[in-house]
């Protein structure tokens, strides 16, 4: 806060009227609810809002007057395209991390038993990108931690470590190292060069010949032939769905907008491999015999800038270094007026 008064930046009313309903929201709690919850755990609202004020002061601070001096040139993002086209195929993650750091003002104990808690806490239920946005020290707390995907190698040997053993949606002990204490939660893995589809989106309609408890060879035979042919013949969405009110006794109609993740393994499979308007292979299940439709699609990363990305990318990094550097230069030099 001294630091940014020194720089000249303000923190509004209306910055802070936007954080604490970001907090209540993010903890749950009803519009203008964190005063009296906070008194019922013996927490001054005072102490939250001067945290809050100072969050929001660095965080103005970092993007005024640290991100303007990062320059990243053409040949960097070059190496780093170079890079990952040379990892290809080895695992990857989608990370999230809280850094809580020493100072002269908090010992190692202090700081890893406010790890442990913030760890219980998160286990027992609270949002981990809420817990990072109050507590982290790291330089994406406000982004709720988020580090996005990393490459097994491309972080500190220590959390390549714990990360190759954690199951996805795990929370991993308090890591120990020379700076500080830090909390890793693996949202999700994969191979690296596979397409991103956490989120991507269809909309999906389906042709449905159902099948009957012990029904003879023959109608599966063609149940199975019918649905061989509307996978051959038809295209296009409004044929389809033509095609399907003409079947006696099939199911047709719209599944609707859909995560091309949240479907079951044996349709996402055929799905997420389907062009607009094109009819995909019979999917046997106990229900029947189903034909997939993809009507339409939103890709977001499919407009994505690969030079952009990785531009960011090298700029957090950065960032993260600039960050911790003045953070730690602010501490030795700050004047704390302690009143009792």
Known sequence: IQEADRQGIRVSDQDMTRALAQIEENNGLTPGGLSAYLTQLGIAMSTVQNQVRAQIA????????????????EEEIDEELARIEANHGRPEFLVSQISLYFDAQNSEADVMETARSLIQEIRDGANFAAVAAQFSQGSMARDGGDLGWIHEGESRPQFDEV??????????EPIKLLDGVHILALRDKRTSGQADTSEVQIFLTQILLPSEADEPVDAAE?????????????????????????????LSGDIGWVRLTDLPTEFRD??????????????????GTHVLMVCERRD?????????????????????????????????????????
């Not at 509307?230 to 044929?239: K, L, P, R």
């Not at 389907?274 to 229900?287: A, R």
């Open 58 to 73: 660095w965080g103005k601070f970092v993007n005024q007057r640290i991100r303007p001096t990062i320059d990243i040139s």
């Open 163 to 172: 990360l190759a053993a954690m199951p996805v949606g795990a929370v991993s």
């Open 222 to 250: 063609t149940r199975q032939a019918i649905a061989q042919n509307i996978s051959s013949t038809v295209n296009g969405c409004d044929a389809f769905n033509q095609r399907g009110t003409e079947i006696e006794g099939s």
């Open 270 to 287: 055929v799905a997420g491999t389907l062009e607009v308007g094109v009819p995909g292979d019979p999917i046997k299940t106990t229900t």
């Open 300 to 340: 977001p990363n499919a407009e994505v800038d690969m030079r952009d990305v990785i531009f960011e990318q090298i700029a957090t990094r950065r960032l993260a270094i600039l960050e911790r550097r003045m953070l730690r230069d602010l501490r030795r030099a700050a004047f704390v007026d302690l009143r009792v």
